[in-house]
């Protein structure tokens, strides 16, 4: 249930170049335009980025990272589907325990380790360095026109979105007799089903104790003497 802080930029779900949009243009049929921090979907929009925006992917020193701001206990018909996304071109997550680490690699689930990042980054004029800025400012024109691109901080209080599963009463199976005259069930959508494998074998995530998570110390003792 981590706090994102992103250096990046917000990707409007609407529009002709937003997510929902792109996705449609490029056939991208099992991505998932309302939450594309998704894994699954993280990952074929990357796969995408490399094919139409490779020069400029070649640029970033990190792979981009799809954020989505969701609070679980928020039960109003705005918090299914946020109007923006966040892309981000560097990404530390501070999950509930407050101690930050970067985030890096492909997908929703990527590794999480300690990385060289100072809080003093935050105050950089270029935080990516001055070839990584040029192109996240040239994917920012091209995808989401106006929007800043600068330090977010975004809480996903659920980021798997955890859901119940529940049986398929219409399935596409078929009952089969082995050698031995015995019945057994053949499921027809087992390689398709292999692909959801994590979303069938997740737990109920644990109640969030707030949608404020607090800060790690270094950070909170920088911001201090920042606004002395």
Known sequence: MPVYMLYGFR????????????????????ATAEYIQQPLTTSLLLNCFQKTDPEILSRLPNSLRFIE???????????????????????????????AAGEEGEGGGGGIGETSWKPEDIFQEEPLGKEAMEAITELRDKYAAGERIGWWIVYNGDPERWFPVEEEEDGEGSYDEDEEGEYYYEDGDRDRDADYASDRTQTPPETPSSATMRLPERLTRLFARRTA
């Open 69 to 99: 701001q969701y609070d679980p206990q928020d039960t109003s018909d705005q918090a299914v589907s946020k109007p923006f996304a966040y892309v981000g071109a560097k990404v530390i997550s501070i999950p509930e325990g407050g101690s």
């Open 11 to 30: 990707w409007p779900r609407a529009g002709f170049t937003g997510i929902r949009v792109y996705i449609v243009l490029h056939n991208l049929e099992d």
